[in-house]
């Protein structure tokens, strides 16, 4: 995705392949927000572990643009504000919960705007850019988006009703709950 769209003073743009070291700190930077346990499905302490050449391959595979597509929101003077990312999940194959993917879809992730810029319009910009990414997406035809929601998480999933998203009806385990006392909600638009 080349496409660059101006919000302010941000653009919003996909990641390049020589940026992991700020898709890195953008991440651990998202794990640390008080919400972090209801927004992500790893720790901080999680994603600090991974070696060097896991951030290099994520950004690598997010900047071909292909499976996988990460967004980011640049300031300018460099920083970078907020992210999503959506990658591709073909109908047949497990998912990462180890589930069958029952169609052709994208599955949107890693939502995240610092909290200084949180009701900036910043969030709407880049889940709007990462949607667009979706959608121009030629083979496979994607037959919808999907998300997960956690249960306590009722802002992020008044975000996403906004953009279409509806409850599936599918209600599953906090992946990373053994007792299963949380929830996710599987949101989907078609």
Do not use: C
Not at 133 to 162: K, Q, T
């Amino acid at each position: 995705m080349e496409t660059k769209q101006q919000h302010t003073q941000h653009v919003i743009r996909a990641v390049r392949a020589d940026e992991w070291e700020k898709v890195k700190g953008l991440r651990l930077d998202a794990l640390r927000d008080p919400v972090a346990s209801l927004a992500f499905l790893e720790t901080f302490e999680q994603a600090a572990a991974k070696p060097d050449e896991f951030w290099q391959d994520r950004a690598a595979g997010a900047a071909e643009g292909v499976h996988v597509a990460q967004i980011i929101a640049e300031a300018p003077d460099g920083q970078w504000n907020g992210s999503v990312s959506v990658f591709i999940e073909d109908a047949g194959t497990k998912d990462f919960l180890g589930q069958v993917v029952e169609t052709d879809q994208a599955h949107v992730v890693g939502v995240f705007v610092r909290a200084e810029q949180r009701g900036s319009g910043l969030t709407d910009a880049l889940f709007q850019a990462a949607l667009e990414w979706v959608w121009a997406r030629e083979e496979p035809v994607l037959e919808r988006a999907r998300l997960f929601v956690h249960e306590s998480n009722e802002r992020a999933a008044g975000f996403y009703r906004r953009f279409g998203f509806r409850a599936s009806g599918l209600v599953i385990p906090k992946p990373d709950d053994p007792t299963a006392r949380e929830h996710e909600y599987v949101f989907v638009r078609p």
